[in-house]
């Protein structure tokens, strides 16, 4: 087996962005973002975490008890990160159902109780000239953490999004502009 150090990725750098549902969707790796998608500002240094679960259910034959298949009975795919910038999309994203009002320079957020907030979210992961857009047509904050206020640390929101299926099945597409994608290794 070949092995291909230049396919070795890191994710040097990127982006999480938030517009409204059914926005105008990204088609490739670069193209700028719609107008409505907004960059939710500075994630903290752990990034952006992708997590795919499923739940299987055993059928077993009669003949021994054997498993003789597997069902998938539930999957999920989430997107986990923390923001640590602290603005109108960021603290709406946090109190779902809430929105910051701005009146003679003075901010509120008056904070409802979460109901029901889905939106289109995107992601932008670069290493250098290799690019990779994740697309989250329908999604929606599912989980936050604490929000810490500490001398010595940066006030933080943790935000845990559920990407939704469309009508196709589809729960996120990923764009690349990285070579590596279209090659297997060489044995």
Not at 16 to 34: E, F, H, I, N, R
Not at 121 to 137: A, E, L, M, T, W
Request: hydrophobic letters at 35%; glycine letters at 8%; zero cysteines.
């Amino acid at each position: 087996m070949s092995l291909n150090a230049n396919a070795v990725r890191v994710a040097v750098t990127g982006a999480a962005y938030v517009a409204a549902s059914k926005s105008k969707l990204p088609t490739d790796a670069t193209t700028p973002w719609d107008a409505a998608f907004i960059d939710v500002g500075w994630i903290s240094d752990d990034g952006i975490a992708e997590s795919n679960s499923t739940d299987t259910t055993e059928i077993k034959g009669w003949q021994g008890g054997q498993t003789v298949r597997k069902v998938i009975s539930s999957s999920e795919m989430t997107f986990q990160f923390t923001a640590i910038e602290t603005n109108k999309t960021v603290l709406e994203l946090y109190h779902k159902g809430s929105k910051v009002t701005t009146t003679s320079g003075k901010s509120v957020l008056a904070i409802k109780a979460p109901g029901p907030d889905r939106r289109t979210f995107g992601f932008d992961v670069i290493d250098g000239n290799s690019h990779i857009r994740i697309v989250i047509p329908d999604g929606e904050v599912t989980e936050t953490g604490d929000i810490t206020y500490k001398s010595d640390e940066a006030v933080s929101y943790e935000l845990t999004i559920t990407a939704y299926p469309g009508a196709d099945g589809t729960v996120a597409i990923k764009y690349s502009d990285d070579p590596a994608w279209g090659s297997a290794p060489v044995e």
